[in-house]
């Protein structure tokens, strides 16, 4: 393979590497997550990230179009012939001061990176083009993942346009109705699995082994890639100067890991000359990450890179033990055993991290918070805005900060999440206990003009 590009094991008591050809998701060699290392000295790197401007120029180029290829630079693996877009990466970061007085932050120091603007509605996006040129690149016919429902959504949307045979497990009942509609209508094979993400996930990947499938969860180090470009963007609109702070919620902590990644990277090659720091949000019904990093019995660190994994595993163990399973309207991240774990303990590390966990109720008042500045997103993303403001309360995050929250999925992704907040009328599986304090109850009328006319001249309470 003709790229500056090779495959690199995690742990540094393994370190082997493979060829790009390979489609691999773990090391052959000793089970851990693979990385995309890049011999720097042979990529042609831009001299400024600013020199990546020239690119607006020629959008009619699909590659400079996309919000992920115009870097490609930073994400060198794949001869362009076999690159996949959708147009994805057309996001926007936002100057917010309404969510900035909600988080405390001074004026014109919030901000909020929509990704929701993805093709598919998600930052998932940004991954499925790299996973899927990749895919491309070793000749896969057909791909899968398990998902809480953007993956599902994105790889569908990107296997039919490549032409590819998709396969997607779900939780029965635990992906939103957007993105299930979106799976559906993108006419992949979905599996319904009678459990959670975490049960879909080792499902699709003993599926994978057993049937050779292509798989697209963020175990494979090629999506972790596309991902990275976010940071760009959001650095691109701060006219290439480094936030104070990224703010992202915590799932499986694909993006989490990707961010960290791009960091040290932009660092190595002298294109930044500092990183921000990284806020990992979980919610409280899925707080995996923040128990090991935070709990005192725990303290769970990248430590160089040798992560103490028995600590992950005892966890792990004690929750099929004593079936604690996670629950949150934040449905995207529901999930407890997040495969990326060592990674994002790397992006921690390397972003001098922390790591909340926040309830629901707090989420979906964040949430709205930023439906009400005229953003919105779906409720996991609002876990970032959510921790944003509760690091800014404990002294964390300073006033005079800039803070990037990252919002992850579009408003419309699920809507019964928005609904029932503001009706009160949650589902009966999603109930969200706790004050709603910036409901918005829709008015009923009479079908009679007087009556429409009271009620709008009614302030509403
Ligand atoms: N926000 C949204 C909207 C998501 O869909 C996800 C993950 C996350 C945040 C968490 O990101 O996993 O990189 O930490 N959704 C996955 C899915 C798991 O299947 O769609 P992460």
């Known amino acids: 393979m003709d790229k500056p590009a090779f495959q690199l094991c995690t742990n540094p008591d393994c370190k082997s590497t493979y060829d790009i050809a390979q489609a691999l998701t773990a090391c052959p060699a000793c089970g851990w997550l693979l990385d995309i290392e890049y011999e720097w000295d042979k990529v042609p790197l831009p001299k400024k990230l600013s020199d990546f401007e020239a690119r607006w120029a020629t959008r009619r180029n699909t590659l400079d179009y996309s919000g992920v290829w115009r870097f490609r630079e930073l994400l060198d693996f794949c001869p362009d012939e076999y690159k996949v877009s959708q147009g994805e990466g057309q996001t926007l970061l936002q100057q917010c001061d309404g969510v900035g007085n909600y988080v405390g932050v001074k004026q014109g120091n919030l901000f909020l990176q929509y990704e929701g603007f993805n093709p598919s509605g998600s930052f998932k996006d940004n991954g499925m083009t790299a996973a899927f040129s990749h895919a491309a690149l070793v000749g896969a016919k057909r791909v899968a993942c398990a998902s809480t429902g953007n993956t599902s959504a994105s790889l569908a949307r990107y296997a039919a346009a490549a032409g590819m045979e998709s396969i997607v497990f779900v939780g029965s009942g635990r992906i939103a109705f957007g993105k299930l509609a979106q799976a559906l209508d993108y006419g992949a094979r979905t599996f319904q699995v009678a459990g959670d993400f975490d049960d879909c996930m080792a499902r699709v990947q003993e599926a994978t082994d057993a049937l050779n499938l292509y798989l697209v969860n963020s175990v494979n180090p090629f999506?972790?890639?596309?991902?990275?470009?976010i940071m760009l963007r959001v650095l691109e609109r701060l006219n290439w100067e480094v936030p104070d702070w990224i703010v992202v919620p915590g799932g499986n902590l694909g993006n989490s890991s990707s961010f960290g990644k791009m960091?040290?990277?932009?660092?190595?090659?002298g294109l930044i000359d500092r990183v921000p720091r990284l806020a990992v949000i979980n919610s409280a019904g899925a707080p995996t990450l923040d128990r090991l990093v935070n709990s005192p019995e725990t303290l769970l660190r990248y430590n160089g890179g040798r992560i103490n994994v028995d600590i992950i595993e005892a966890d792990y163990k004690w929750q099929d033990e004593t079936n604690t399973k996670p629950h949150t309207i934040a449905s995207a991240i529901e999930i407890s055993k997040?495969?990326?774990?060592?990674?994002c303990l790397r992006a921690l590390d390397v972003c001098d991290g922390v790591v909340r966990a926040l309830p629901?109720?707090?989420?979906?008042?964040?949430?709205?918070?930023?439906?009400?500045?005229?953003?919105?997103?779906?409720?996991a993303s609002a876990a970032s805005v959510a921790g944003a403001r509760l690091l800014r309360e404990e002294g964390i995050i300073d006033p005079n900060e800039r803070v990037v929250c990252i919002l992850t999925g579009h408003a419309l992704k699920d809507p019964n999440a928005t609904v029932g907040y503001h009706t009160g009328n949650y589902d009966a599986d999603h109930m969200v206990e706790g004050p709603r304090h910036f409901s918005n109850m829709p008015v009923a009328v009479a079908n009679d003009l007087d009556d429409i006319v009271r009620a709008i001249e009614t302030p509403s309470t």
């Open 360 to 379: 629901d109720s707090e989420i979906m008042n964040a949430k709205s918070q930023v439906g009400l500045y005229g953003m919105g997103c779906e409720p």
């Open 223 to 229: 999506r972790l890639e596309g991902q990275k470009t």
């Open 263 to 269: 960091w040290a990277e932009l660092l190595k090659v």
């Open 338 to 343: 997040p495969v990326n774990i060592t990674k």
